[in-house]
């Protein structure tokens, strides 16, 4: 004879919930999804894969295409390109010499230099 503890008998319960939940909600839901249409509807032609693709594929694409051109466009016409008129990243508010204006450690318990690695 074996034990069933509490805990066990929970997960049981919720499992035994969460299946029925999903078979009762499954059943009630696809009724709508498989009744014909209405009388005074007209019954639309079936569609082709090829059309389904054009309407999920190729005009969302040719959308970002288009809005990328048009965001481009101010940079391109200034002659700047597609990186915006420099070669390497830059560096917001920080030297504009690079990293040379830096401050560089000056001892044991400088503050300068990067990440102490202490709390």
């Given at each position: 004879m074996t034990y069933v503890t509490t805990p066990l008998q929970t997960r049981v319960r919720r499992t035994v919930v969460t299946v029925g939940s999903f078979v009762a909600a499954t059943a009630v839901l696809t009724g709508p999804a498989l009744a014909d249409v209405p009388e005074g509807w007209s019954d639309p032609a079936e569609m082709s894969w090829g059309h389904l693709l054009v309407l999920i594929v190729a005009i969302p694409v040719a959308l970002a295409i288009v809005i990328s051109l048009l965001a481009a466009l101010p940079g391109l016409v200034k002659g700047e390109g597609i990186t915006g008129g420099h070669a390497g990243g830059q560096w917001l508010g920080g030297p504009r010499k690079g990293t040379a204006e830096l401050a560089a450690p000056d001892s044991e318990t400088s503050e300068?230099?990067?990440?102490?690695?202490?709390w």
């Open positions: 300068a230099g990067g990440a102490s690695a202490r």
